[in-house]
């Protein structure tokens, strides 16, 4: 466990600490009035408001668009069923920029309803919130999707013979047992969309802000880094409750429900009800979830390839190097994130599943879902500022990328491989430390063959999360060595409609590079539960 926490403590603790302190800390005094200060001010209270609201607003529609779709998945058995649940869960491992491009072509500037209806949504809420429901959909039909999948239809059938209506029934017997998987899911639908960078930044122009686009304007633009401070610390108080109100609800979960093997409980759809539901979800897909990406595709083939071809030339301004580089940059960069975070969670995961770890060791696996939530844009600019001196000068070092990825690829790889590796029965490994194996060796003999599945599960988790990394990355990304999602934001930064179409071509790349992984994770699951 020393390897994890000596990590987090270099790596996340450390660069916020010291934005923290550089925001707060003036002349060797603690200036904590700054806080009742900046939260004060009318133009930071709003920022606090549309973010709390819009995220609000945002699980809400989500869980409405997405519960029947869980249903859908759970209950009824159709043809491409499990291709569908590989397109459903697409949007989630899209980056930010991404999702925020996809939907600019869908309602922005020339867009698809700009050229049928000449009705743009871009730098409005709705475009943000729909973009959010996009992104979110998958969380709530595996989430919530996976438990109803195990969920004993007996149950309710036996409450329908006793004379309850198909309404009661599900209403007194099915939501109280989904009831903590819908909490669970939109605690987390909350946790992405009150942290919301990138789709706002694309989407909300200068109208809206949720507060990571305020701290990174605050950072980056205006260089106030006292309201910075303030605002990381707001943030990260909201995050902790919400990922305190996550685990309790979890906990729920674990320990309330008897579930039976999901295999038997979907079925061919039966009467008009089912069938028009079904159809109704398969439009609601085509339309909010593929569409989108379509858009982005046919946009970045206007003209044919110019925009790919165009890729290929540096302009010697905000590219140093060929946009068509940041490809490969990104590609690199990711695979040694995703090596970091595989190292790291895995070694993390080995001492929380241990049956005698101890009460701090379990509280490391909270602290460990905090990258998740905690600006990135505070960790990247807290890299600048706090790894920018020996024995740790990493400024100019390639490294600095990856590492920052891996903070939020770690998570993944514990969430994925902890469940794992509690299934593992101790007394195998007792029996292999009796014949005198080291522990070692009773990791790779008894521990590795059994997880090796939800290792390279976890491997691709955290090398698609790293791929489209942007809040971090956009400050310790150099110029001669862009990522992905950094050159995507930097072209749409730019006017004109090469730098837009190009912008366009990057992001398919992006999504195409993504989506490959996701499949590959498709494949590689070792249960049908749906989950994450």
């Given at each position: 466990?020393?390897?994890?926490?000596?990590?987090?403590?270099?790596?996340?603790?450390?660069?916020?600490?010291?934005?923290?302190?550089?925001?707060?800390?003036?002349?060797?005094?603690?200036?904590?009035?700054?806080?009742?200060?900046?939260v004060g001010q009318s133009d930071i209270r709003h920022v606090l408001w549309f973010t709390t609201w819009q995220a609000l607003a945002s699980t809400?529609?989500?869980?409405?668009?997405?519960?029947?779709?869980?249903?859908?998945?759970?209950?009824?058995?159709?043809?491409g069923r499990q291709v569908l649940r590989a397109v459903v869960t697409v949007p989630f491992v899209l980056p930010t920029v991404v999702?925020?491009?996809?939907?600019?072509?869908?309602?922005?500037?020339?867009?698809?309803?700009?050229?049928?209806?000449?009705?743009?949504?871009?730098?409005?809420?709705w475009a943000i919130l729909l973009a959010h429901v996009f992104f979110n959909y998958a969380v709530v039909v595996r989430t919530v999707g996976g438990l109803w999948a195990q969920l004993d239809p007996r149950q309710e059938e036996a409450a329908r013979m006793l004379g309850a209506s198909p309404a009661a029934a599900w209403r007194k017997v099915t939501l109280p047992a989904l009831a903590p998987a819908v909490a669970a899911a939109a605690l987390m639908v909350f946790l992405f969309t009150f942290t919301s960078f990138g789709v706002v930044q694309i989407l909300g122009g200068p109208t809206f802000a949720t507060l990571e686009v305020e701290i990174y304007r605050e950072t980056s633009e205006i260089f106030d880094l006292p309201t910075a401070a303030v605002l990381t610390l707001v943030q990260f108080a909201a995050v902790g409750t919400i990922l305190a109100v996550h685990?309790?609800?979890v906990r729920r979960r674990e320990s309330a429900l008897r579930l039976v093997d999901p295999s038997v409980t979907a079925r061919r759809p039966r009467g008009a009800g089912q069938w028009a539901l079904l159809g109704g979800v398969l439009a609601t897909i085509a339309v909010l979830l593929v569409l989108p990406?379509?858009?982005?595709?046919?946009?970045?083939?206007?003209?044919?390839?110019?925009?790919?071809?165009?890729?290929?030339?540096?302009?010697?301004?905000?590219?140093?190097?060929?946009?068509?580089?940041?490809?490969?940059?990104s590609l690199e960069y990711a695979v040694a994130a995703t090596g970091v975070a595989v190292v790291i969670g895995g070694l993390a995961a080995a001492a929380l599943a241990r049956r005698d770890a101890g009460r701090l060791v379990r509280g490391f696996d909270a602290l460990l879902m905090l990258p998740l939530g905690v600006s990135a844009v505070t960790v990247?600019?807290?890299?600048?500022?706090?790894?920018?001196?020996?024995?740790?000068?990493?400024?100019?070092?390639?490294?600095l990328v990856p590492l920052a990825q891996a903070l939020v690829g770690v998570p993944f790889v514990v969430r994925t491989m902890l469940p794992v590796l509690r299934a593992v029965d101790e007394r195998l490994r007792e029996a292999a430390a009796v014949l005198g194996a080291s522990p070692w060796r009773v990791w790779r003999e008894v521990d590795?063959?059994?997880?090796?599945?939800?290792?390279?599960?976890?491997?691709?988790?955290?090398?698609?999360?790293?791929?489209?990394?942007f809040g971090a990355t956009v400050f310790i990304a150099r110029p001669d060595n862009p990522t992905l999602p950094v050159a995507v934001a930097r072209l749409?930064?730019?006017?004109?409609?090469?730098?837009?179409?190009?912008?366009?071509?990057?992001?398919?790349?992006?999504?195409?590079?993504?989506?490959?992984?996701?499949?590959?994770?498709?494949?590689?699951?070792?249960?049908r539960t749906g989950e994450f």
């Open positions: 466990m020393a390897v994890p926490v000596a990590f987090f403590g270099v790596f996340f603790a450390w660069p916020v600490a010291a934005i923290v302190t550089r925001g707060l800390k003036a002349d060797g005094v603690w200036r904590f009035g700054r806080i009742a200060d900046v809400a529609l989500t869980l409405l668009a997405a519960l029947p779709a869980a249903y859908v998945f759970a209950r009824l058995d159709f043809p999702v925020g491009t996809a939907f600019l072509a869908l309602v922005g500037r020339g867009g698809l309803l700009d050229e049928l209806w000449g009705v743009r949504l871009d730098t409005t809420v685990a309790w609800t990406l379509a858009v982005l595709v046919r946009r970045s083939l206007d003209g044919g390839f110019g925009y790919y071809r165009a890729l290929g030339d540096a302009d010697g301004g905000t590219f140093l190097v060929a946009p068509i580089e940041s490809v490969a940059n990247g600019f807290g890299f600048l500022i706090a790894l920018d001196r020996p024995p740790l000068d990493l400024r100019q070092s390639w490294i590795l063959p059994m997880v090796r599945r939800a290792l390279l599960i976890a491997a691709g988790f955290a090398f698609a999360v790293s791929l489209g990394e749409l930064s730019r006017p004109g409609d090469l730098n837009y179409g190009q912008a366009m071509a990057l992001s398919t790349i992006l999504m195409v590079v993504s989506a490959v992984a996701l499949l590959v994770l498709e494949r590689l699951r070792t249960d």
